[in-house]
């Protein structure tokens, strides 16, 4: 059985920095075979992608230059280094991992970030 687990958020000041992760187990193929993105949904708003991570990382342009991955596949982990953090970032962040060859794609439960002063 697949878990995909996040952990990490909480309250933070805006401008502070907080660090998510993600641990996967259970995949049927390698991890480094799946594409890892962290989405985040805020209250009243739809998902959005926030960083996609396969060979190399995307971001989305509300993250650019504050927000890194870290990806750990000895680990079958995944980071996500999140700086300068604003009001705006408030909300539930996601962790999911896809085998693109059959489009499985598995899903965290989530965890809660809060940027207020």
């Known amino acids: 059985q697949v878990h995909i687990v996040e952990s990490g958020g909480g309250l933070v000041q805006p401008g502070g920095s907080l660090t998510l992760s993600c641990g996967a187990s259970?995949?049927?193929?390698?991890?480094?075979?799946?594409?890892m993105t962290w989405y985040r949904q805020a209250p009243g708003k739809e998902r959005e992608l926030v960083a996609t991570?396969?060979?190399?990382?995307t971001y989305a342009d509300s993250v650019k230059g504050r927000f890194a991955v870290i990806r750990n596949n000895a680990k079958s982990t995944i980071s996500l280094q999140m700086n300068s953090l604003e009001p705006a970032d408030t909300a539930v962040y996601y962790c999911?991992?896809?085998?693109?060859?059959?489009?499985?794609?598995?899903w965290g439960k989530g965890t809660l970030v809060t940027v207020s002063s």
């Open positions: 999911s991992a896809k085998f693109q060859n059959t489009g499985a794609e598995y």
């Open positions: 259970g995949l049927t193929f390698p991890f480094p075979r799946y594409t």
């Open positions: 991570d396969l060979v190399s990382t």
